[in-house]
């Protein structure tokens, strides 16, 4: 019996740790790599980017994609973003 009771302790002990790691995942590193990948997206289909001499950034702008998931050739209200100045097309 005494075994099977430091054999339940144990699983607790790996589920609330499996948790903990999952919590801390969700709540801190994947919204970083979400931003991250939706800025590469984002400056890798930028127009019309000013990209000051000397500095890494470029100022750019982006559509958002349409209700079938193409970018609008030519769109009303172009979203601004800063882009690294290698990202740029």
């Known amino acids: 019996m005494k075994d099977a009771t430091g054999e339940l302790s144990m699983t607790a002990v790996a589920v609330v740790a499996i948790a903990a790691i999952a919590a801390l995942f969700s709540t801190l590193i ?21 990209c000051p001499e000397g500095e890494g950034m470029c100022d750019c702008y982006y559509c958002e994609a349409s209700d079938d998931g193409q970018f609008e050739a030519k769109c009303d209200n172009p979203t601004p973003i800063s882009c690294p100045q290698n990202d740029v097309n």
């Open 30 to 50: 994947w919204p970083t790599i979400r931003t991250n990948i939706m800025r590469s997206s984002y400056c890798s289909a930028s127009f019309d980017c000013s």
